[in-house]
Each structure stands twice: as structure tokens, then as C-alpha cells.
């Protein structure tokens, strides 16, 4: 009878054990990753676009037509040396009935005004002739005793006023002639310019700066205005980069500040600073029709132009500005972090168990942040914690068997 009691309880202990293994819920599968000390930085990412940094502007002096353009997009040129445009001037356009009966009476009275210089110029002649042969004339009685001093004084001062006055009109009879000129230019039409124009009718822009053709109006002869656009020249080894970021990220950005870029389609990562913040906001409507508040950044590239073939203006590219960094920094993936009351916790793993453990967290990077208590390094945190996941609960990583 006492070896059956034994047997009876050891098969009672048997099935209760079964019992309790059979409805025991299984380990919640979970991922895990380990709280690290080393180093850590903030950025600050958004897309840029490269621009030259002086792009020089090429106009046209005066109103004309281009011929043919003589350099391409992409073309090398050399300062003062390369034509970049050839530029006819524009030729007169044709006059009104009333304008041209203005301008033939503007040419008449100009050609008697010439008529009436030359007239005078022959009369200070005469009178300048005559000045000099009685002066010549009174010198000779002086010199005799004849003639008295006074004489031969006032047939000087005579000579020096007849001399004043021939050079008078001879210079009225040039501003006449100046003036008819002008007023017959006010007839020439587009076929009288055309034939008084010759050969020496273009003039040839060169270069003013070395660098690569970046743009380029027309390929093909048009009429520009004085001042409009012919092309544009850049050096396209001095680049910079344009990055828009939102005023709540720019503020966290200063002068000097070290960026990384990416995403340009080379295999380095380039490196670069910040040169400029501006100081006004601009709003842009994003994608999802939201209005944003930008600040435009500029950056300097410090990697040199052999590292970075191909780079172009107005290439898109990918910048991370740092914003800060720390050697040993003891940190966590973001994805273990969930709010817990007014702050932040995370469930560590100890013996096979999720422990909810409160966390004072500082920075946050691109994937880790910033723990500033609450938990050890090298302990492990669950990743994406569920609504399976409670105080005690029994868990396992998800790789594990």
C-alpha cells in the first residue's frame, strides 16, 4: 500500500507539472540591441543643389544681332583670348513721312548754316590779310620815323583781333559741318547703314574670366537689347551648395559647422562647412501642400575637384550638416524608447524576462539617442516593443531556436 501512495502522488506530481508546462504561455519573440558607449554625433539632413560659386554674366554693350554663337554649352574658354559672341549692331530703323520731313529740313538749315561759316571764314580772312599787309606796312614807315608808335601799336592790336577772328570761324565752320553731319546721320535708313558699315560692322566679345560655358541664350543669330543676356561663365572647380533647411532645424546650425555630402553619384563622401546663414525665413509650400518656413544655408566644399569628377552646377545632392558630436557617449537605438508617463522608458532583458526600466534620454542622432541615466552599457533593450510586452513577461530573441 505504501508503494501505490508513492506511485499515486509521483503520477499526481507528473500531471500537475504537465499541467502547468502545457498552459505555461510561450516567450514573447522579441529584437535586441545593446546600450553602447562610443561616439555619437547630431546632424541636421535635407537635399542641396551645387552652384558656381562667381558665375559671370555676359551681356550685350549695345542693340544688335548675334551671329551664330561660336562656343557651345560645356565649352572650355580662356580669358581675353576665347569669342564667345559676335554682336552686329542694330542697324536705324526707317523713318516716318513726318520724320523724314524733319530731318531734310534739319539737314537744309544745317547746310546753310555751314554756308554762312564759310562766308564769314572768307571775310576773316580777307580782313586778317589785310591786317597783316598794314602791319607789315606801318612796321617799315616806323622803322623810316615816318609813322608813329601809337600807329604801329593799333595796326598790331588789329592783327591780333583779325587772327582771333579767323580762328573763330574756322571753328564755327567745323561746328557747322559736325552739325550737318549729325543731322544728315538722322536720314540713314537700314540699307544706307548696311553699305557705310563695311566690313569692320561686328564686334567680337572675348572672355572676361576663364572657366566653363554654363549656359548659353540662343545657339542661333537673334536681336538682343542692350544689356540682355548672351551667356554665362563659371569655374566649375570653385563649387558651393545651396541647402534649404527648416527654421527649426537652422537654428541649431552655426558658421563653421563640418557637413557631410552625399548622394551626388560619386562613391566618396565629400566633405564640407558652412560659410553663410541667412538671416530671413522664406516660405515654400512642401509636397503635401504644407507651408514651411525655410532658411537658405550656403556651404563651401573641402574636398578637392579631383575627388569629385563629374560634380556640375546645379547637381542635386545630400547633405548632413553636424550640429554635434561626443567621443563616448553612451547611447540606444530610438526604437527601443516609448513614452512612460512623462517621460521616457524602455524594457531590458534580464534572465529571459522584459523589465520596464525608466530612462533619462539627452540628444538625438539619425538612428541612437543620447542616454543620460537609467540604464548601464552592455545592457540589452527590446526594439519596438508591442502591446504584448508587459512587467515580467517572458521573452526571447527573435533569432534565437
Do not use: K
Not at 551648395?241 to 551626388?264: F, K, N, T, Y
Not at 553619384?265 to 516660405?283: K, M, N, Q, W, Y
Amino acid at each position: 500500500m505504501a508503494r501505490g501512495r508513492i506511485l499515486i502522488g509521483l503520477f499526481a506530481a507528473a500531471l500537475v507539472v504537465g499541467l502547468v508546462a502545457a498552459l505555461r504561455p510561450d516567450p514573447v519573440p522579441v529584437d535586441l540591441a545593446e546600450v553602447t558607449l562610443g561616439p555619437m554625433e547630431v546632424t541636421v539632413e535635407a537635399e542641396g543643389i551645387t552652384r558656381v560659386r562667381d558665375p559671370y554674366a555676359v551681356t550685350a554693350p549695345l542693340t544688335g544681332t548675334t551671329a551664330r554663337s561660336p562656343v557651345e554649352v560645356g565649352d572650355r574658354v580662356v580669358a581675353g583670348e576665347t569669342v564667345v559672341a559676335i554682336l552686329q549692331p542694330a542697324e536705324p530703323a526707317f523713318l516716318d513721312i513726318r520724320a523724314r520731313r524733319q530731318a531734310e529740313a534739319a539737314v537744309a538749315e544745317a547746310e546753310a548754316s555751314v554756308r554762312v561759316a564759310e562766308a564769314n571764314l572768307a571775310a576773316a580772312r580777307t580782313e586778317l590779310s589785310f591786317a597783316e599787309a598794314q602791319e607789315a606796312r606801318h612796321r617799315t614807315l616806323a622803322d623810316r620815323g615816318i609813322v608813329s608808335h601809337e600807329m604801329l601799336e593799333q595796326s598790331a592790336q588789329r592783327l591780333e583781333t583779325a587772327r582771333s577772328a579767323d580762328l573763330s570761324a574756322q571753328s564755327e565752320l567745323e561746328l557747322r559741318r559736325a552739325t550737318l553731319e549729325r543731322m544728315r546721320a538722322q536720314l540713314l535708313g537700314p540699307g544706307n547703314a548696311a553699305a557705310q558699315g563695311g566690313e569692320d560692322c561686328c564686334i567680337e566679345i572675348r572672355a572676361p574670366q576663364g572657366g566653363t560655358v554654363l549656359a548659353v541664350a540662343s545657339l542661333w543669330p537673334r536681336l538682343v537689347l542692350a544689356g540682355g543676356p548672351l551667356l554665362t561663365i563659371g569655374d566649375l572647380a570653385d563649387l558651393e551648395i545651396e541647402v534649404d533647411l527648416l527654421s527649426s532645424d537652422a537654428v541649431q546650425v552655426r558658421p563653421g559647422m563640418p557637413a557631410r555630402i552625399d548622394g551626388w553619384g560619386g562613391s566618396e563622401v565629400l566633405e564640407a562647412r558652412v560659410r553663410e546663414i541667412e538671416p530671413a525665413a522664406f516660405t515654400r509650400v512642401s509636397a503635401l501642400g504644407i507651408e514651411e518656413q525655410r532658411v537658405r544655408l550656403r556651404l563651401d566644399i573641402l574636398t578637392p575637384a579631383a575627388q569629385r569628377p563629374g560634380l556640375g552646377d546645379r547637381f542635386r545632392v545630400f547633405v548632413q550638416v553636424v550640429v554635434w558630436s561626443g567621443a563616448e557617449v553612451l547611447q540606444l537605438p530610438q526604437g527601443a524608447l516609448f513614452r512612460h508617463g512623462a517621460g521616457w522608458a524602455v524594457f531590458r532583458e534580464e534572465a529571459g524576462r522584459a523589465v520596464l526600466t525608466p530612462v533619462a534620454v539627452g540628444r538625438r542622432g539619425t538612428d541612437t539617442v543620447e542616454v543620460l541615466g537609467g540604464i548601464a552599457d552592455g545592457a540589452r533593450v527590446v526594439l519596438y516593443a508591442g502591446n504584448r510586452l508587459a512587467e515580467a513577461v517572458r521573452i526571447a530573441p527573435r533569432d534565437a531556436p
